[in-house]
């Protein structure tokens, strides 16, 4: 192997491994909702793009520092989440298992149509931090805004973590994924732990929308279903309801993504990520840690 070839490899690992972070918290967002309401939400990556926006429009109209456009986002992906609950499944019969999945599917073409039309389809200039900054090992070099990305997502990871195993809302809500019946019998409002669970996946859809737009250093409408599909992607591989497994997913397809770039170029990459997706759906369609037992 050429040696200019593998520092080249090398390098694409490292940067798809920072950037798949960000997947990570889209397929985390997406393993919650399933996890707690057993539905997939597929306005999810509508919402996270939709609160990004939130934060630029933020910047637009005050001069805030880029730490706060990337709170605001998250915030505002958070209260559209809770619209999307609202609109897409709280009312929605659960004798019609398919009426929730329509809907969001409806909700998706809507918050896309509307981003498109509020920002007249083009993209504009997103803020990062440590655009300037790197860190050289060698012959391999890391970009500071990388770096910071890869920060802020591991930092929600954790956060998102101590929420689910330290405190009693995490309790709630791990009480209605296993037994939703039993849960509601204890006296554990479901309807809440189901609503904080949309707030909290759409503050990580936000983290992960804005953290991609920093990392590119623009905002454009087309994220929306690149986050969408990306994320669908991480959580079959993971496994559909397995928070590790997101995580294992998306930086797996994160450096997938980097290496098939850097093999085929950027018009064929997705080309060989969706490749990726159809060779587990064969070969292990529970995904690494997918469970297989259902519901008692």
């Given at each position: 192997?050429?040696?200019?070839?593998?520092?080249?490899?090398?390098?694409?690992?490292?940067?798809?491994?920072?950037?798949?972070?960000?997947?990570?918290?889209?397929?985390?967002?997406?393993?919650?909702?399933?996890?707690?309401?057993?539905?997939?939400?597929?306005?999810?990556?509508?919402?996270?793009?939709?609160?990004?926006?939130?934060?630029?429009?933020?910047?637009?109209?005050?001069?805030?520092?880029?730490?706060?456009?990337?709170?605001?986002?998250?915030?505002?992906?958070?209260?559209?989440?809770?619209?999307?609950?609202?609109?897409?499944?709280?009312?929605?019969?659960?004798?019609?298992?398919?009426?929730?999945?329509?809907?969001?599917?409806?909700?998706?073409?809507?918050?896309?149509?509307?981003?498109?039309?509020?920002?007249?389809?083009?993209?504009?200039?997103?803020?990062?931090?440590?655009?300037?900054?790197?860190?050289?090992?060698?012959?391999?070099?890391?970009?500071?805004?990388?770096?910071?990305?890869?920060?802020?997502?591991?930092?929600?990871?954790?956060?998102?973590?101590?929420?689910?195993?330290?405190?009693?809302?995490?309790?709630?809500?791990?009480?209605?994924?296993?037994?939703?019946?039993?849960?509601?019998?204890?006296?554990?409002?479901?309807?809440?732990?189901?609503?904080?669970?949309?707030?909290?996946?759409?503050?990580?859809?936000?983290?992960?929308?804005?953290?991609?737009?920093?990392?590119?250093?623009?905002?454009?409408?087309?994220?929306?279903?690149?986050?969408?599909t990306k994320g669908?992607?991480?959580?079959?591989?993971?496994?559909?309801?397995?928070?590790?497994?997101?995580?294992?997913?998306?930086?797996?397809?994160?450096?997938?993504?980097?290496?098939?770039?850097?093999?085929?170029?950027?018009?064929?990459r997705d080309i060989?990520?969706?490749?990726?997706?159809?060779?587990?759906?064969?070969?292990?369609?529970?995904?690494?840690?997918?469970n297989t037992e259902?519901?008692?």
């Amino acid at each position: 192997m050429d040696y200019y070839f593998f520092i080249d490899l090398i390098q694409s690992l490292v940067d798809g491994l920072l950037f798949g972070t960000t997947y990570a918290l889209i397929g985390i967002g997406f393993t919650l909702i399933f996890g707690v309401m057993r539905k997939l939400n597929l306005a999810y990556g509508a919402a996270a793009l939709a609160g990004t926006y939130v934060g630029l429009a933020a910047a637009f109209v005050t001069p805030l520092p880029p730490i706060l456009v990337f709170f605001v986002s998250a915030l505002g992906s958070g209260i559209i989440g809770y619209i999307v609950y609202l609109g897409c499944f709280r009312y929605t019969p659960s004798s019609h298992p398919m009426a929730a999945l329509l809907a969001s599917v409806g909700m998706l073409l809507f918050i896309d149509e509307l981003v498109i039309h509020l920002s007249h389809g083009m993209p504009y200039p997103y803020p990062s931090v440590l655009r300037n900054a790197e860190i050289t090992l060698g012959e391999i070099w890391i970009r500071g805004d990388m770096l910071f990305v890869f920060g802020i997502c591991v930092l929600a990871m954790v956060i998102l973590y101590w929420l689910l195993y330290r405190t009693s809302l995490g309790l709630a809500t791990r009480a209605v994924s296993q037994q939703p019946r039993a849960a509601q019998l204890c006296g554990i409002p479901t309807g809440q732990v189901n609503a904080l669970t949309f707030v909290i996946s759409g503050v990580l859809g936000g983290t992960a929308g804005a953290m991609t737009a920093a990392a590119v250093g623009v905002l454009s409408p087309i994220i929306a279903m690149s986050l969408t599909t990306k994320g669908l992607i991480v959580v079959v591989i993971g496994g559909l309801g397995s928070i590790p497994g997101a995580i294992i997913g998306g930086l797996m397809v994160g450096a997938a993504e980097n290496v098939f770039q850097l093999l085929r170029g950027v018009t064929e990459r997705d080309i060989y990520v969706m490749l990726l997706l159809f060779i587990f759906l064969t070969l292990r369609p529970g995904g690494l840690f997918g469970n297989t037992e259902g519901r008692d």
